[in-house]
Nanobody, 119 residues
C-alpha cells in the first residue's frame, strides 16, 4: 500500500521559514514523480512545486517566486519542501502527492498538514 506522510508544518511568523517533509512507503523511489499542493480555506487546491525523481528536474508555481525549494532523498524515499520568506497568503493545508510526469494527475495523496503564517 502506497503511503505518503507529511510532517514539519505548524505556525510561523511572516518572513519565516518551514521545511515540510513527505515520507513515502509502499513504492520504490522513482516509481512516481512527487508534487506538493496546497488548499487554503475557501479556495481550490493548487499545485505548488513538483520534482521528477529520475532527473531531479523541478517546477514551481508562479506564486513561489524563488522562495521554495523541492528536493528528493532517494536513500530515504523522502521528499522535502523548503519554504522561505513566508507570507500570510501561504497559509493552507499542504499535501504531498505521487503524481504523473506532468504533475497534473495524482495517483496517491498524503493526508495533508497545516501551515499557518501569522502576519
Amino acid at each position: 500500500e502506497v503511503q505518503l506522510v507529511e510532517s514539519g508544518g505548524g505556525l510561523v511568523q511572516a518572513g519565516g521559514s518551514l521545511r515540510l517533509s513527505c515520507a513515502g512507503s509502499g513504492f520504490r523511489f522513482g516509481d512516481y514523480d512527487i508534487g506538493w499542493f496546497r488548499q487554503a480555506p475557501g479556495k481550490d487546491r493548487e499545485r505548488v512545486s513538483c520534482i521528477k525523481t529520475w532527473t531531479n528536474s523541478t517546477d514551481h508555481a508562479k506564486f513561489v517566486k524563488g522562495r521554495f525549494t523541492i528536493t528528493a532523498d532517494s536513500a530515504k524515499n523522502t521528499f522535502h519542501l523548503q519554504m522561505n520568506n513566508l507570507t500570510s497568503e501561504d497559509t493552507a493545508v499542504y499535501y504531498c502527492a505521487a503524481v504523473d510526469g506532468y504533475c497534473t494527475g495524482a495517483y496517491h495523496w498524503g493526508k495533508g498538514i497545516q501551515v499557518t503564517v501569522s502576519s
